[in-house]
């Protein structure tokens, strides 16, 4: 054998060698090990639908590996948060209030997601929540047990310019919670990235 036959053999078996190791090395990193067909697709439409099939189950490897979809996963988790605004002294506007409140408590809880409910009263909507005027608040004291998700907040301001008008304190029910301003804490709570409803 001369010498350059000899070369041409060796160069060939390394082209060999590589041609066979490279999809080798990658298919083990995948977490498979590559194994050589015999089979062939017959016609280009088949070689097309293989080739997609592959690539889509790649694809899909990739995405389950993923950082995004690990967080895509944890946003879906993350609770709901309403807000519902009163500002009329009005106990059909107040029961409305409440029934939405309800209705989307139930709404989450049967689809096994977690919700978070805020009822805001300023103004004369205030009257939902004082302990002397209140046409729900025998509603309220329902719900507090009955739906936790819900929680009610009281405009300071308006309870302060009742007091001043009355000339009395103007006392809110217990389950409530008396805020500085209802109308910053609606704007801050939307700016929190919570959905805001004025039933």
């Known amino acids: 054998m001369s010498?350059?036959?000899?070369?041409?053999?060796?160069?060939?078996?390394?082209?060999?060698?590589?041609?066979?190791?490279?999809?080798?090395?990658?298919?083990?990193?995948?977490?498979?090990?590559?194994?050589?067909?015999?089979?062939?697709?017959?016609?280009?439409?088949?070689r097309i639908a293989a080739k997609?099939?592959?690539?889509?189950?790649?694809?899909?490897?990739?995405k389950a590996r993923s950082p995004l979809a690990a967080n895509a996963r944890l946003a879906d988790s993350k609770a709901h948060r309403l807000i519902l605004q009163v500002n009329t002294n009005d106990p059909a506007a107040m029961n409305l209030a409440l029934n939405?409140?309800?209705?989307?408590?139930?709404?989450?809880?049967?689809?096994g997601e977690k919700v978070k409910i805020e009822v805001?009263?300023?103004?004369?909507g205030l009257h939902m929540l004082r302990d002397d005027t209140s046409p729900?608040?025998?509603?309220?004291?329902e719900m507090a047990l009955s739906t936790p998700e819900v929680s009610f907040k009281a405009c300071g301001n308006t309870q302060e310019r009742m007091h001043k008008a009355e000339n009395k304190s103007i006392p809110i029910v217990r389950q409530a919670e008396v805020v500085k301003s209802g109308v910053?804490?609606?704007?801050?709570?939307?700016?929190?990235?919570?959905?805001y409803v004025k039933p």
């Open 52 to 62: 997609a099939t592959t690539h889509n189950k790649a694809t899909k490897q990739k």
């Open 120 to 124: 805001v009263t300023f103004g004369p």
């Open 3 to 46: 010498m350059f036959q000899y070369i041409a053999r060796v160069i060939t078996m390394a082209a060999a060698t590589l041609l066979f190791a490279a999809p080798l090395a990658a298919a083990e990193q995948g977490g498979r090990y590559w194994v050589p067909t015999t089979t062939e697709p017959a016609t280009p439409h088949q």
């Open 184 to 195: 910053v804490r609606v704007m801050e709570l939307q700016e929190k990235g919570w959905s």
């Open 100 to 111: 939405n409140a309800t209705n989307v408590a139930q709404y989450y809880k049967d689809a």
């Open 136 to 141: 729900v608040k025998a509603r309220i004291e």
